[in-house]
């Protein structure tokens, strides 16, 4: 099986039987609108924080706990969807990797893609409920504070992956503004074909030969551009899950302006 962290549609429809996949949509939409064939639904809302960091991580026992309750066990392959050009997918599959959890993909395109060309159901499928363990992973892209506070010194490249009003209003110092969706092709709903990922990317200075540094406000927006540049093979990503949710609670700088 494809070890690519992005899958085509085309490539889930053939492997349905071997794969657990993940609906990250509110249950109303994988209710009421349907879904893929044999998906569980672990909406977005369940695998945020509640403690007030609205989108950071949902803690260990409550990963655990919803990761069982969808029947999903530790070394299941994972391939997750949502309706929002993956933005919301990725954000789970990369909780997924900080829990330990080794085996996953997003979904190119998302539910509209699939059902363009696929077959969709009204049916929940039979859970049966896993035993899932929590692991270290292997290798975390994840950064804190300090350390991004300190990357502002060094030829690493800072990415912003929001808006450009909102880099525009404060964002970190050197940083490059690159909105998560311009990575996002609007007809397939998925990502931009290579050659012009790596065109854009390259004309904002974010090549594999450099430390790479994401950021958004609340850690959903670089999940999505995380995937994208593992997927073109980008080896050094770091991950700051506080984003600038932290960042202004710990005072670090910002400056205002647009982009050069």
């Not at 909406?43 to 309750?69: K, V």
């Not at 450099?210 to 093979?233: D, E, F, M, P, Q």
Request: include cysteine; glycine fraction near 8%; charge should be negative.
């Amino acid at each position: 099986m494809t070890e690519d962290i992005v899958v085509s549609i085309d490539w889930l429809a053939d492997h349905l039987d071997e794969v657990r996949v993940v609906d990250v949509r509110d249950a109303w939409e994988f209710d009421g609108i349907g879904h893929v064939p044999g998906a569980v639904n672990v909406s977005f809302d369940r695998f945020r924080s509640r403690e007030g960091d609205e989108g950071m991580l949902p803690g260990a026992d409550r990963w655990t706990n919803l990761m069982e309750e969808a029947g999903i066990g530790t070394d299941d392959r994972i391939v997750a969807y949502d309706d929002e050009h993956g933005v919301f997918a990725a954000r789970f599959l990369v909780t997924a990797l900080l829990y330990g959890h080794e085996k996953f993909h997003l979904l190119d395109g998302d539910f509209s893609a699939w059902n363009r060309r696929h077959e969709t159901t009204s049916e929940s499928p039979a859970v049966e409920p896993s035993t899932y363990d929590v692991r270290e992973p292997a290798s975390s892209p994840l950064v804190d504070f300090e350390t991004v506070r300190d990357a502002l010194d060094t030829d690493a490249v800072i990415v912003d992956t929001r808006e450009a009003w909102e880099y525009e209003e404060g964002h970190l110092p050197g940083a490059v503004q690159l909105d998560w969706r311009e990575l996002v092709d609007a007809e397939t709903r998925g990502l931009k074909p290579e050659a012009k990922l790596e065109v854009l990317l390259t004309d904002r200075g974010i090549t594999p030969d450099r430390r790479i540094v994401l950021y958004c406000n609340t850690a959903r927006r670089i999940s999505h551009t995380y995937v994208a540049l593992k997927h073109l093979g980008y080896e050094t990503v770091d991950f700051y899950e506080g984003s600038l949710t932290e960042w202004k609670e710990r005072g670090g700088p910002l400056v205002e302006g647009e982009a050069e």
